[in-house]
């Protein structure tokens, strides 16, 4: 196996190192975070750092890269205090990874794609039509982590919204059949499948599938 060590990977090009710790650490949520200025400028763009952060509230949170650069999410976020997470699905991820491109702030994402703005129940935000799972959420608080200078965005989920077929008895959403994908570094998407589903595992007992009987 090749190794690289920490002082191999700070000599190491810009690209080489961005794609090798973009990638190490497994795959990554492929998501459309959809904004709107208070002048009603909407603004889409791929996050690939969203995450679960407890269910007890409902909280999530991502990473903002530094703020040395205008960045329409986090001035919009911080200026209207919500936003919504959308699902890329298949057949969505070459708009995805558009909306990354650095359009002017006054230009909205929506506009030079064929990703296409849907408002739901009066929230202010927007989301994507096409995703089939999406959130409405309300910036709570934000950290700064001074190693890299980013910052982390923690926001409860107001609604979620599921396409029906997609939800289990027990409010398990199948990602598979949502054609959910999920991204490999900085600019791989990829489809995962569902292997299988295992109940809770306790101390000395079989592990057990949900599509298996139980005797
Ligand atoms: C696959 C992928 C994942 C990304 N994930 C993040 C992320 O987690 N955090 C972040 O700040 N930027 C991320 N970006 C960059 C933003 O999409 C990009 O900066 C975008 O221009 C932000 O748009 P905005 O200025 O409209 O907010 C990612 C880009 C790509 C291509």
Known sequence: MLQFTKSSISEMSKVFRLNLINSCTGYKSANLIGTKSPGGISNV????????????????????????VPRNTYENIKKTGVFTVNHINSSQIKDAHHSSAKYATDISEFDKT??????LDGFFAPFVKNSNI????EFTNEYHIKE???????????SV????EL???????NLDKANTVAINGL?????????????????????????????
Request: aromatic share 12%; with cysteine.
């Open 45 to 68: 763009a791929v996050f690939s750092s969203v995450t679960h952060l407890g269910s007890n509230p409902p909280l999530l949170g991502f990473v903002i890269r530094p703020t040395t």
């Open 167 to 173: 939800i289990q008895e027990d409010g398990w959403l």
């Open 161 to 164: 919204y599921v396409a029906d």
């Open 148 to 158: 890299n200078d980013t910052l982390l965005f923690v926001a409860s989920i107001e």
């Open 187 to 215: 600019d791989g998407y990829t489809k995962p499948t569902l292997l299988d589903r295992f109940k809770y595992a306790r101390p000395d007992q079989k592990i057990q599938s949900f599509f298996e009987n139980d005797t």
């Open 134 to 137: 999406k959130m409405a959420c």
């Open 114 to 119: 064929n990703l296409q703005e849907e408002y």
